[in-house]
């Protein structure tokens, strides 16, 4: 039996991940060790047989989505919106540090019941998932069975993705990580996608370049 797989990879590092300040929708390009992460990635996947590349309309994204396609130029890319990052509403800017003083309230919702908290002026990890599944399932139903679609999101977006493929409660998001430019594995048997594969780095260490 044909089984379509899907390659789900992270973004490489931008500078707000460096310093730790929420990104969701904020469009940032990659920083130079971002784009070294999303070369070397590309490295890695350059024999893979890709039918088609998927890519949030973010920058940071698409940029790790284009360095991909170098190996690939026969391979078509696509924007998806499906695939952008959750929308962070008041908390996107924010630095790491200080959003506890600020929404106290809020950081105790986080960290007990995280699935069903919705940002201020954004989204629930709810309502990511369901777009996030919608949108794999839409796109894995363009393409015949054997199929291999490399899709490029964002943290909150894979990890809900890979909630559902490992049938984990999104309470439990923090237990799937997601490192910049990750490397996960999904595939369709029948009506269920498993996860193969989660936050593979170790090509980073493999392709990194040497030192002077």
């Avoid at 919705?118 to 989204?123: A, L």
Wanted: charged share 25%.
């Amino acid at each position: 039996m044909l089984i379509t797989h899907i390659l789900l990879v992270r973004h490489g590092e931008t500078e707000w991940n460096r310093i730790r300040r929420f990104q969701g929708r904020a469009d940032l390009p990659l920083n130079e060790q971002g784009r070294r992460q999303a070369e070397a990635i590309a490295l890695a996947l350059k024999d893979e047989p890709l039918t088609a590349i998927y890519s949030s309309p973010l920058l940071r994204a698409k940029e790790t989505a284009e360095l991909i396609k170098t190996f690939h130029p026969l391979v078509p890319l696509y924007e998806d919106g499906g695939l952008i990052e959750m929308d962070l509403g008041d908390l996107d800017g924010v630095e790491a540090s200080k959003w506890r003083s600020r929404y106290p309230d809020l950081v105790e919702v986080w960290r007990s019941r995280p699935g069903s908290m919705r940002m201020p002026g954004g989204e629930s990890l709810q309502e990511v998932q369901a777009r996030a599944i919608n949108t794999m399932e839409r796109i894995a139903n363009l393409y015949l069975p054997g199929s291999s679609l490399l899709l490029c999101s964002h943290n909150f977006v894979n990890r809900t993705i890979l909630c559902f493929a490992l049938g984990i409660s999104l309470d439990r998001f923090r237990d799937v990580q997601q490192d910049p430019a990750a490397l996960n594995v999904l595939c369709r048997k029948g009506e269920q996608w498993i996860a193969e594969l989660i936050n593979d780095v170790s090509y980073l260490k493999v392709h990194e370049a040497p030192s002077a």
